[in-house]
């Protein structure tokens, strides 16, 4: 194992992860390293797309293209494009743009139902992410999106059971892409499932039986549309796609609610 301190001391992260910037790159290629896996948040200027000292350096990249990322991540952006294309159970969505409109004028115009989840185009780990019960509170959380993401979206609340689907991209041993078993959430914290740096997955995450997956039609169906996804946006790499059930029904069918194109965190070199 390649580290940027040896010995690495077990108690300082640093010792062990090389920073995704240019010279954090340049210094795992300079110990070794001849992959990345850019499993970690990447954009149009990230160094692994614009750096041109790394051009003359025979290195792999597992992940998406940075451009593509910078893209998909934008929530509205992908949530109109799978609603174009059709055929992809979705919850109603509004997206509101706080430089042309005003919050009290933009819900004086919609007919929405509550209580509703508000949350930002851009983010991860569920910040920003709030069920708000009625108009008072969307209102002041809008706000608080607001300063710091020009554009939020409001979404139809699900109240049935959560789960999320990692897609993975073509290979060798699977020349088309494929779905891995759905991943079961409970407890959720206010509606919203806590981000894994509070609650670790292992504490609030089960995979059903095979028996039950396969008995399931509507644990099925959402791993087929999973899977389309990734074909519709050509992914080169695994994604994690969050869906909920319409209601709290043991065979109510689930909704994709949230794309993700980064399934955990952090960047590794090998």
């Keep these: 194992m390649i580290t940027p301190v040896s010995p690495p001391n077990p108690t300082r992260q640093e010792d062990w992860c090389f920073p995704d910037t240019e010279e954090g ?42 451009i593509l990322v910078e893209r998909y991540d934008d929530k509205n952006y992908v949530n109109a494009l799978l609603r ?71 979404e139809e609340y699900l109240a049935g059971e959560e789960g999320t689907v990692t897609v993975m991209p073509p290979s060798p041993g699977h020349p088309e892409y494929w779905a891995m078993p759905i991943v079961l959430r409970t407890g959720h914290r206010e509606g919203v499932a806590p981000y894994n740096g509070l609650v670790p997955v292992i504490e609030n995450s089960r995979v059903p039986g095979k028996e039950s997956r396969e008995r399931d039609t509507s644990i099925n169906e959402a791993c087929r549309q999973c899977v389309e996804v990734a074909k519709l946006l050509r992914v080169s790499s695994p994604i994690r796609i969050d869906v909920r059930r319409v209601e709290d029904k043991a065979d109510a069918p689930f909704v994709l609610f949230d794309v993700n194109m980064k399934p955990v965190g952090g960047m590794f070199f090998w």
């Design 84 to 154: 174009q294309q059709g055929g992809f159970k979705m919850p109603q969505c509004w997206a509101m743009d706080g430089g042309k409109q005003g919050i009290d004028v933009f819900l004086s115009e919609q007919d929405l139902p509550y209580p509703i989840v508000g949350k930002p185009c851009r983010g991860r780990g569920s910040h920003g992410v709030k069920v708000c019960a009625d108009e008072t509170a969307l209102t002041a959380h809008m706000k608080n999106l607001l300063s710091e993401s020009p554009v939020i979206m409001l």
């Design 25 to 66: 790159l340049l210094a795992a290629v300079s110990k070794g390293a001849n992959t990345f896996w850019a499993n970690t948040v990447v954009f149009a200027a990230h160094p692994l797309q614009q750096s041109r000292k790394l051009d003359g350096c025979n290195i792999n990249v597992v992940g998406q293209p940075p």
